[in-house]
């Protein structure tokens, strides 16, 4: 999947609730291949490294 690809899929899971649209947790540094997000009432989120700074960036986008 294109870089593309992955921002319009993760727009549309911020926008109907599976993606969180706030900012939670605290990032892992770099150099880690996986971040874990954890939230209250889910079992946390995993993302690789390029798409948590996608999830990120569209987040914020987002909140303006």
């Not at 079992?43 to 390029?50: A, I, M, Q, T, Y």
Request: net charge positive; aromatic share 6%.
């Amino acid at each position: 999947m294109n870089d593309a690809s992955v921002r319009q899929v993760v727009r549309s899971k911020i926008a109907d609730g599976t993606l969180p649209r706030d900012r939670i947790g605290a990032p892992v540094p770099p150099e880690r291949v996986l971040y874990r997000l954890n939230r209250a009432g889910s079992d946390g989120l995993l993302f690789h490294s390029e798409c948590f700074a996608i999830w990120r960036d569209e987040r914020n986008r987002l909140l303006g």
